[in-house]
C-alpha cells in the first residue's frame, strides 16, 4: 500500500488524436504508461467530489476527478495478486474490490476529506469467505454485497450484510443455485456477473448462454423465479443491468457478433422471449463482429463498454426502435474484432453528468456526452391537483419542434397518447406547455412527452410519476423520486387534524420520523435527507390508523 501520493499524469495522448467519436467530447486521459487496465467505477467522498476508482494488473488507483481536465492520482494500492479481472462497487464512503487470480480477498477502503485533503484507506482486506471471486454487487437499498465466482463457492453466490458494519462484513449465506431451481450440472450454476434490485438478482450464468432470476430473500436459499435460455444471439451470458423503474434488462454476451437484448422481466417467469426487434449493437467497422462488454442504463440511455469500439450509447427509450445516439471510441486503432482489447468498462451515473471509462491500454477516460437534440428540454413536472393530474414543461430553445404528444402509461412500460401540443418551431427563447389530464387512472400514472419535428423524427423525455387514489386521505407525489430530491404528501378531507410520517427501508427499519402535521395546511414537502436508490416505506400514522405507501428513489 503508497500513502497519499499527489501525481498529475500529462496525457499519454493528444486528445484530438481521439477523434473517432459522436456527440461526446473528451475532458482527459489519464495513462501514465506501462499498465494494463480493467474495471472503472465511481463515487462522491464525503465532500461531494467526484473520485475514479480503476484496477491495473496489480493495482487499485483512486483518481479524483473534481477539476475533470486535471485528473490527480490521491491514492494507489498493491493488494497482493496480479489480475486481469478486478471489480469495484461502492457504499457510502466505502469501496469495495476483488480480483479473479490470487488471494486477494476482499478489499474494503474508505475515501475521506478533510480540510481538503482526501485520505483513503484500505481499512480491510477479508479472506475469510473467499479468496478470489469474478463480480461483486450491493444491492445498497438494504446494504447487501453479492459475490459471484468465487473460488468458494463457485456455482452459486455469497451475500454479505455491510448495512451493520461496512468495514467489517458478515456473511448472510452462501448459495448453491443448482439447486435453487436454477442451471443444473457441474459448472453451470457459475455466475459471472450479477445485478440485484430489492433481493431480486439477475444472474449470468455465462457458460450455458441463460440468464436466470432469483429471488434472494432468504441470502442461503435463494428461489429461482424467472430465465431467459432461447434468444438472439445468445452465447457467453455475460452481464446485464435494470432500469429504474424495474421493467426491462438490458444485458450483453461476451460473443463476437452477439447484440444486446432487451428483456421485458415484469413479472418475471420461466423461458422468457426476447423479441428479436428488441435487440441491438454497435459495428463501427463494419465486419459484424463487435464484442458487447458491460451495459449500465441512465434514464432513457443505454451507456456500452465494447472491446475494440469503445462506449457506445443508445437511446432505449422504445425497446423496438433502438437508436444509437453518441460514442467514444476509446481505442480507434483497432482494424478487428479479434481478441480483446478496448473498453472494458464505463460509469455514467456521476452527478456533474460526465462519463468515465476504462480503456485496456490507454488507461481512464472522462468525457462528456452532448446530445444534439432539436429541443432542449428544460423542466418536466406533474402535479397533482384535486382530481386531474397538471403536466408543466420548460423548454430552453427548440429547432423545428412541430408539437409534443403528452404520452400515459399505468405500467410505466407500455405508454398510449392522451393528447397533444403544438411545438414553437425554431426559436432560442424559452417556451412554457401546460397540460391537464382530466382523468388519471386509479393507482400509478406514469407520463412521457414524445417530442417530435417536422420531419417526422422524434425523442422521448425522461418520465415522471404521480399516484392517485380516490380513497386514500393521504397522497404521495412524486413516488419515483431522484435520489436527494424531496417529494410532496398531500391529504384529502378525510385525513385526520394530526399525523406523523415514517420510511422505512424494506428490511424495516427506521430511517426517518417527521413530526406531527396539522391536516389544515393540506400538503407538506418531506426531505428526509441522503437516501440511497432503491425502495422504501412511506408509513403514515394517525391514531391507531396507518396508511403505507411505496416510494423508488433513483440516481
Not at 439447486?179 to 450455458?208: E, F, K, L, M, R
Not at 413479472?267 to 463494419?286: A, E, H, R, Y
Not at 428544460?378 to 409534443?404: G, I, M, P, Q
Request: proline letters at 5%; charged letters at 15%.
Amino acid at each position: 500500500m503508497k500513502n497519499l501520493f499527489i501525481h498529475l499524469f500529462l496525457l499519454a495522448f493528444p486528445i484530438g488524436s481521439f477523434a473517432q467519436s459522436l456527440n461526446t467530447t473528451v475532458l482527459s486521459n489519464w495513462n501514465p504508461g506501462g499498465l494494463t487496465y480493467n474495471e472503472v467505477w465511481g463515487m462522491l467522498d464525503n465532500t461531494g467530489q467526484e473520485i475514479a476508482i480503476i484496477g491495473s494488473l496489480s493495482k487499485v488507483h483512486f483518481i479524483n476527478i473534481a477539476n475533470p481536465a486535471s485528473p490527480v492520482l490521491i491514492a494507489e494500492f498493491t493488494p497482493g495478486a496480479t489480475s486481469t479481472w478486478r471489480d469495484f462497487k461502492t457504499y457510502g464512503n466505502y469501496v469495495y474490490g476483488v480480483a479473479d487470480t490470487g488471494a486477494e480477498g476482499l478489499l474494503i477502503f474508505s475515501v475521506v476529506t478533510d480540510n481538503k485533503v482526501t485520505t483513503v484507506t484500505l481499512v480491510n482486506q477479508i479472506t475469510t469467505f473467499f479468496n478470489r471471486a469474478h463480480n461483486i454487487f450491493i444491492d445498497e437499498a438494504l446494504g447487501r454485497l453479492y459475490v459471484a465466482g468465487s473460488d468458494t463457492q463457485s456455482n452459486g453466490i455469497i451475500t454479505l450484510n455491510i448495512a451493520a458494519n461496512p468495514g467489517t462484513p458478515t456473511q448472510l449465506g452462501s448459495a448453491n443455485l443448482g439447486t435453487a431451481g436454477g442451471p443444473a450440472g457441474p459448472g453451470q450454476a457459475y455466475v459471472h456477473d450479477i445485478h440485484v434490485v430489492n433481493n431480486i438478482a439477475y444472474c449470468s450464468h455465462v457458460w450455458n448462454a441463460s440468464l436466470f432470476i432469483y429471488n434472494f430473500a432468504s441470502a442461503s436459499s435463494p428461489v429461482a423465479i424467472g430465465s431467459v435460455v432461447n434468444y438472439p444471439g445468445a452465447g457467453l451470458n455475460h452481464s446485464s443491468w435494470l432500469d429504474g423503474l424495474g421493467n426491462w434488462l438490458v444485458f450483453a454476451d461476451e460473443t463476437n457478433g452477439s447484440p444486446l437484448k432487451i428483456l421485458d422481466v415484469t413479472p418475471p417467469s420461466f423461458n422468457m422471449n426476447v423479441p428479436s426487434n428488441q435487440t441491438f449493437k454497435s459495428d463501427l467497422l463494419g465486419i459484424g463482429t463487435s464484442i458487447a462488454h458491460n451495459p449500465f442504463i441512465m434514464g432513457n440511455y443505454c451507456f456500452v463498454s465494447y472491446y475494440h469500439d469503445g462506449v457506445q450509447i443508445f437511446d432505449i427509450s422504445e425497446p423496438t426502435n433502438v437508436v444509437k445516439v453518441a460514442y467514444l471510441d476509446t481505442a480507434p486503432g483497432n482494424a478487428d474484432y479479434s481478441g480483446y482489447e478496448g473498453c472494458w468498462g464505463v460509469y455514467p451515473f456521476l452527478p456533474s453528468g460526465n462519463v468515465i471509462a476504462s480503456d485496456i491500454h490507454n488507461g481512464l477516460f472522462v468525457f462528456q456526452y452532448s446530445p444534439i437534440l432539436p429541443v432542449e428540454l428544460a423542466s418536466f413536472t406533474a402535479t397533482l391537483e384535486k382530481e386531474k393530474v397538471l403536466l408543466n414543461w420548460k423548454t430552453k430553445s427548440e429547432s423545428n419542434s412541430d408539437r409534443f404528444e403528452i404520452e400515459r402509461s399505468e405500467d410505466g412500460k407500455y405508454f398510449e397518447k392522451i393528447g397533444a401540443q403544438k411545438g414553437a418551431g425554431t426559436t432560442l427563447l424559452s417556451s412554457e406547455y401546460h397540460f391537464a389530464d382530466e382523468h388519471p387512472a386509479n393507482g400509478n400514472n406514469y407520463y412521457r412527452l414524445k417530442q417530435i419535428d417536422f420531419d417526422g423524427s422524434f425523442e422521448y423525455s425522461s418520465v415522471v410519476q404521480v399516484k392517485w387514489s380516490k380513497n386514500a386521505g393521504f397522497i404521495l407525489q412524486p413516488t419515483l423520486i431522484q435520489k436527494n430530491k424531496p417529494f410532496q404528501i398531500h391529504w384529502t378531507e378525510k385525513a385526520p387534524a394530526r399525523f406523523s410520517v415514517e420510511i422505512a427501508g424494506l428490511g424495516g427499519q427506521l430511517i426517518y420520523k417527521s413530526a406531527l402535521f396539522d391536516s389544515g395546511e393540506k400538503s407538506s414537502e418531506i426531505n428526509p435527507g441522503y437516501l440511497d436508490p432503491g425502495i422504501y416505506f412511506v408509513k403514515i400514522q394517525y391514531g391507531t390508523q396507518t396508511q403505507v405507501e411505496k416510494i423508488m428513489i433513483t440516481p
